[in-house]
């Protein structure tokens, strides 16, 4: 019990590291959670406030921060809902790192670094997805609004694991509820395109 309790342990550490925080600090002497509309702390406030190569090197960070906690937490040998339970811990890290004040991020570069391991091709054709819709309508967060709930179905289809369509379902909610206050940007892209 020592060793999956320790696996939880890390993935909320490396998920709590701010790098948005210490980049936008870094660069400007900024807190991008105070100066950015969304109050977040994460790539896209990183892209926004501080530049665009900033912006891609914490958005690198916090998917990294996901993918390394899984690694580790299989490498430790515990069993497979320990390891999404340690995945689990790295977006509540980041969402609520212990490091700045409790007050981070969305999570979903961090999100996206977990299924990259374990659902590699799922989340591969979720991210390109994401992008195309990026570039038609210009709206990060958008996006994945627009692309996530493919996720649990491309797991499906390349994964086989019941567990992990119901992981990744349980973790869609999570940030659905987690960043309802910004359904309006996704609601923006279907008005547009209406008109």
């Not at 936008?24 to 406030?49: E, P, W, Y």
Request: net charge positive.
């Amino acid at each position: 019990m020592l060793i999956e309790i320790a696996a939880i342990v890390i993935g909320y550490l490396l998920g709590s590291i701010p790098a948005a925080y210490i980049v936008g600090k870094l660069r400007k002497g900024i807190d991008v959670r105070n100066v950015d509309s969304t109050g977040n702390m994460g790539a896209g406030s990183t892209f926004r406030q501080v530049g665009i190569w900033e912006g891609m090197l914490v958005g690198a960070t916090d998917l990294a921060k996901g993918a390394v906690t899984i690694i580790i937490a299989q490498a430790l040998g515990i069993s497979e809902l320990w390891v999404l339970g340690a995945g689990f811990a790295a977006i509540l890290g980041h969402n609520f790192p212990v490091y700045v004040g409790f007050r981070g991020g969305q999570g979903i570069a961090t999100i996206m670094g977990v299924f990259f391991i374990l659902a590699p091709v799922a989340m591969a054709i979720t991210t390109v997805l994401a992008c195309i819709v990026v570039l038609i309508t210009r709206r990060l967060f958008a996006s994945v609004y627009v692309a996530a709930p493919t996720l649990p179905l491309f797991i499906w289809l390349f994964e086989s694991s019941t567990v992990l369509i119901f992981y990744s379902l349980a973790i869609l909610i999570y940030l659905c509820i987690k960043t309802l206050y910004r359904i309006k940007e996704v609601q923006a892209i279907f008005i547009k395109s209406k008109g």
